[in-house]
């Protein structure tokens, strides 16, 4: 159980969540990333950048909040919110900035937006270029409950997660995430009866709530269905809210099949074992040892004396007839 302690322990948060139509310039959409860290942990966030020579700089914005957390000029230094000074710097590699934030805290979990700044025609220009979701857990508690830790179902069975919420506003939200195998949001509900699945499952998810209680249940199980699984509730105006987890493995086919061909075996064996005693327990009741015991052979022996004698005893004389 120590391997998925630390597994659990060390889970990311994914969060795919498209508040804004993030783009590059060339009009792809760019994926959203989630981290998930622990308090005093550092991470960084990487904003893609064009390399137009009318860049300005690059912001990076906490949404919910309407929180301009750092902006970073092309050829000055950063300019960096009180909330995060000292904590906060800004690199380029390529064509990417990277955004180092540290020594986290429990309230910098927050849904952040890279936000490029374009001069055309003498006037600024913002474009959303990628959204990253960040979650610090603390080390001291959780703030939501979530069950059962760990589940190992085989193909096509179904699983149920539980997660105690917290009380909030009518505007919260609430995630179930994937977080370590295949990154990215398995359900969402909002407004507490809109909900939104996503493709991977279709039809095999389905949740119901009563209170502050949400119980979800994937349904039809398959490989590719094992990950860690996190529930997660966004209230406005502050951090995410998150639990440790449910780390869900679904049994492959090959292992499905080992496990059949060796249930085949052990009842082979324990059939044979259970004929051998039969067969043992026969062979005491009877007596064999005449079955084993080498045969005589029926030898008839004749007196031969006395086939000698009554020969002679009935032969004729042929010299007495005579006299």
Not at 157 to 164: D, G
Not at 274 to 293: E, H
Request: charged fraction near 25%; glycine fraction near 4%; hydrophobic fraction near 35%.
């Amino acid at each position: 159980m120590l391997w998925m302690s630390c597994l659990l322990n060390a889970s990311l948060f994914l969060l795919l969540l498209p508040c804004f139509p993030a783009q590059d310039g060339g009009g792809n959409e760019q994926p959203t990333d989630v981290i998930s860290a622990w308090e005093g942990d550092s991470i960084s966030i990487t904003c893609p950048m064009n390399g137009s020579q009318n860049q300005m700089g690059m912001y990076l914005r906490a949404i919910r909040q309407n929180l301009n957390v750092v902006y970073c000029p092309k050829e000055k230094p950063p300019s960096v919110n009180p909330d995060f000074a000292n904590r906060i710097e800004c690199s380029k590699e390529g064509e990417n900035l990277r955004i180092n934030l540290h020594r986290l805290q429990e309230s910098d979990s927050k849904i952040y937006v890279c936000s490029e700044i374009f001069k055309i025609n003498g006037h600024p220009k913002e474009l959303y270029r990628k959204t990253t979701i960040v979650v610090v857990k603390a080390k001291s508690s959780r703030a939501l409950e979530q069950s059962p830790l760990y589940a190992n179902p085989e193909q096509g069975q179904s699983v149920s997660i539980s997660c105690e919420l917290k009380s909030s506003p009518e505007d919260e939200k609430f995630y179930l995430l994937r977080t370590h195998m295949q990154p990215g949001t398995a359900m969402t509900v909002s407004n507490l009866n809109m909900s939104e699945t996503s493709p991977a499952f279709g039809n095999r998810l389905e949740y119901s709530r009563e209170g502050n209680r949400i119980v979800i249940t994937l349904h039809n199980l398959r490989e590719k269905d094992s990950d860690n699984y996190i529930c997660a509730q966004d209230m406005r105006g502050s951090p995410l809210l998150s639990a440790r987890g449910t780390m869900v493995l679904v049994k492959e086919a090959e292992q499905a099949c080992e496990k059949s061909s060796w249930d085949l075996y052990a009842l082979l064996i324990v059939v044979a074992l259970l004929f051998c005693a039969l067969v043992c327990c026969t062979l005491y009741r009877v007596d064999v040892k005449k079955y084993f015991q080498k045969k005589k052979s029926n030898v008839v022996y004749e007196d031969m004396s006395y086939n000698s004698r009554r020969s002679t005893l009935v032969r004729t004389n042929t010299y007495s007839r005579g006299e």
